[in-house]
Every structure is written in structure tokens, then in C-alpha cells.
């Protein structure tokens, strides 16, 4: 059932009252099989699940890139309804979530915030933690879905929930992979198919680095990744890190107590591909 305005979400609400478990799977649309996954998971561990479909521009540094992201409410339902007709799906207005103007507060999320998507799309964090906060405070769900292809971010809204107190467990998801390995993405709508294609580079070198890491010096490995890269006519590589899964703080050497997660950002034209892989 869509939901446009928060009168129709707060009629549900008894569902709350009702249920002993509401989920919810925040999204901005533009649905694929790794979204659909979170729903069903969320569909068989709760009483009731709400979607939401909500393009927040406050988290996009690019203004571009937030004229670009696809928008395919009609599929999104039509996906949706195809995992349950008990789905509700709330799909707000930026007036709604944003009653006084479409501005991010800012959170001190830390190192984990610092480095990567923190260093290439600064505020990005604090539009995502904004809309995030005002989700959970309208629907106040019990537990909430999200993707680990989007690995920091899952770490900031589990900091998000220690600096606000809001009472939500947070559940991560393992990725969804094509064929090829590249992660599924809302921005992979925008590849040509030949670029999908050649978009297993980005699978190809996190599992080099997974199966190198503990053998070969990291700065070589890292160098490695950059030169396979510019190999790629196709993709600009804009990081390759491996962190500390704990921190997100960029290692320079590896230790050998330490768990790690290796990180790529690379442009296919000007589509931006994110991906990551625990190395342990
Ligand atoms: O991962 C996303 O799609 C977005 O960052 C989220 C969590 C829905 C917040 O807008």
C-alpha cells in the first residue's frame, strides 16, 4: 500500500500498537534485487514492514548527480508488491521531511566518517544521518534494513543511533552480486551494457587484494590496483583503501591483529560505483 503523507502513515501506526515488530527498508528508489532481498528479510523477521522511497537531497554533494539518480516509482511498486501485498510503502515529499528547508545538521560520527565517501563527498554522512534521524523519528521502527555495499554508511547510522538514543536495531545485509560481481546498484541503471560488463574490475581487484594482502607490502598492492585501473579505458579509479573495519581509518601497513575491509570508488564515465570486501 503507498503512502504519500504523514497522515497516511500516522492512520497505520497502530500497526506499531498492533505488531510486536516493525521493519523498516529506507531507500531512494530506483529498486534492484540487493533492495528486494532487504525486503524480504525484513518481511520474514517482522510483524510489518514499511518501505521508503526517498531521493534525500541533502546527502548529495553533486548536484548533478542528484539530477541524474533514477527515479522509477512505478517498477519500485510493482517490486515491491512482488515480495508482499503487506508491504506498506511511504513515499514522502522533500517539504515533508524537510518542514523548514532542505539543510543536514551535523553529527560527530568520528574517524568512520573521516575518510573515503567522507573525503570525496563531503557532508554526504550528515544528509544521510538528517534523513535517516527523521525517518526513525516518524515511523520509529523497531529494526531497520540496510545494504553492506554501502559499508560506511551502515557503520554511521550504528553511530547515528548511539548519538541520537533512538531505540532501532540496525541490520546489516550481505551485498547482492551480478555474474560478474559487481555489486547491485540503484546506479547501475545508468551503465550501458557494455559497461556492466566491464564493471567486474571493480570485483576483480577487491579480490586481488583479499587473496595478496597478508603476503605482499599494502603501498604495492594498493599501486597495483591504481595501474590495472588506468589499464581500464572505461573507469577513473577515485580510491582504493584498505581500513580498519573497526576505525575506517586508511591503513599504511597491515597488522595482524587488526580485521580489514578493502574499499573502491571508481567513475564508469560519470556514473560513480562504490564496492568493498572483508578481507578476513
Ligand atoms: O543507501 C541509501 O539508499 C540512502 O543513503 C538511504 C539510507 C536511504 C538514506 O537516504
Known amino acids: ?13 497502530d500497526i506499531k500498537v498492533k505488531s510486536s515488530v516493525l521493519g523498516l527498508v529506507p531507500t531512494m528508489g530506483a529498486l534492484h534485487e540487493g533492495h528486494l ?17 526517498f531521493v534525500n537531497p541533502t546527502q548529495f554533494n553533486n548536484p548533478d548527480d542528484l539530477t541524474k539518480y533514477p527515479r522509477t516509482l512505478d517498477q519500485d511498486l510493482d517490486a515491491i ?13 522533500v517539504e515533508e521531511i524537510y518542514p523548514e528547508g532542505a539543510e543536514a545538521e551535523h553529527f560527530e560520527f568520528g574517524t568512520i566518517s573521516k575518510f573515503m565517501e567522507g573525503e570525496y563527498r563531503q557532508g554526504h554522512f550528515d544528509g544521510v544521518g538528517t ?9 520509529n521502527p523497531d529494526r531497520a534494513y540496510f545494504g553492506e555495499k554501502d559499508f560506511q554508511q551502515l557503520a554511521v547510522v550504528r553511530k547515528l543511533i548511539e548519538i541520537t538514543g533512538q531505540n532501532v536495531s540496525i541490520i546489516g545485509c550481505e551485498t547482492f552480486r551480478e555474474n560478474n560481481g559487481l555489486a547491485k546498484s540503484s546506479r547501475n541503471k545508468l551503465l550501458t551494457l557494455e ?4 564493471a567486474g574490475i571493480i570485483f576483480e581487484n577487491l579480490k586481488y587484494i583479499k587473496s595478496n594482502f597478508r603476503d605482499k ?3 604495492e598492492i594498493l599501486e ?20 580498519d573495519e573497526k576505525d575506517l581509518i586508511p591503513a599504511k601497513k597491515i597488522e595482524s591483529d ?19 570486501m572483508s578481507l578476513n
Open 131 to 139: 534523513v535517516l534521524k527523521r525517518l526513525f523519528e516518524v515511523i
Open 37 to 53: 532481498s532487504l525486503i524480504k528479510k525484513a518481511h520474514m523477521e517482522c510483524d510489518k514492514v514499511i518501505v521508503s522511497i
Open 224 to 243: 597495483k590496483v591504481k595501474n590495472n585501473f588506468e589499464d581500464s579505458p572505461l573507469f577513473n579509479l577515485e580510491y582504493c583503501e584498505v581500513a
Open 1 to 13: 500500500m503507498l503512502l504519500g503523507h504523514f497522515s497516511e502513515l500516522t492512520e497505520h501506526i
Open 217 to 219: 607490502p599494502l603501498l
Open 81 to 93: 508488491n512482488s515480495v508482499s501485498k503487506d508491504v506498506l510503502v511511504y513515499v514522502p515529499t
Open 195 to 198: 559497461e556492466k560488463e566491464q
Open 258 to 276: 587488526k580485521n580489514y575491509r578493502a574499499f573502491i570508488a571508481a567513475y564508469c564515465n560519470n556514473v560513480r560505483l562504490i564496492d568493498n
